[in-house]
């Protein structure tokens, strides 16, 4: 996917002004910034919530599945109910069993398929959630602080089942997050919101392959990624602008920045 001089305003703020970034297929792309710098208006953006702007959004008439914050589940449906729900008038009844005993198995919740959203833990329904999302094999997937209020073993746990899943399906993803540990875990690329409008990204590629990133041999460099995205993060809040556009010179040169 990719944004073209992408701007967007809502009512008189401009969050977006002659934007852009490249988002790339089947690929994590992870998004640190302050609250409020525009982050979640991108996703909406993404998924043609907001309608009205100037500048190209390119590649995403495809199938695509947001995951917000909270699980959004529907109260009075079964966890099985909630994930056919994105399904009905997409497959027969049969298809729509098949696909969806394969998705609650690889969230681990077939056992609770008739249970209701009330009876299930937080962590639980972020799963349901998850399972929603991936039962329509999306091409694209937008995450918008998919582990907020999860306690730290949960936060873990669920972020391993999304990229193992993301692993399976291999989906273009935008992982909005305010976590640079998270991004670290994740992402392939990570960029830095700041500004308003935005005006600037940071870019972090990270080169260790996701299933490698807990190994101690790759250890050093992701200390290295870290505390370059922490004075990044730090310069930013400091709005030292002209440090922040050499190294964003420094950066664009080649899709490397330590
Ligand atoms: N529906 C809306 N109407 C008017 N202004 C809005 C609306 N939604 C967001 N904004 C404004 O747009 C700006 C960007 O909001 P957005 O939610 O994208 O930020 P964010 O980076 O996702 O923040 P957070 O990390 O706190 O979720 C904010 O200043 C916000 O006040």
Redesign the pocket.
Known sequence: MEIKGLTFA??K?T?FKDFSIYLPEHEITCIL??????????LKLLANIHQTYAGRIEGNQKQLSYLFQEPRLLPWKTVFENVEYVLLNKFSKSDRNKRIVDILDQVGLLNEKDAFPHELSGGMRQRVAIARAFVVNPDILLLD?PLQGLDIVKKQEIQQLLLNLWGKHQPTVVY?T?DIEEAIRAGHQIFI?NG?PVFVQFQCFVHTPIIKRNELSHQHYLQAVRTHLMLQMKMANENKMNDIKNMVEQQSKDRKII
């Not at 910034?33 to 991108?42: A, D, F, P, Q, R």
């Open positions: 809502h009512n703020k969050i910034g302050n609250s409020g710098v525009g982050k979640t208006t991108l602080e909005v305010h919101f308003q």
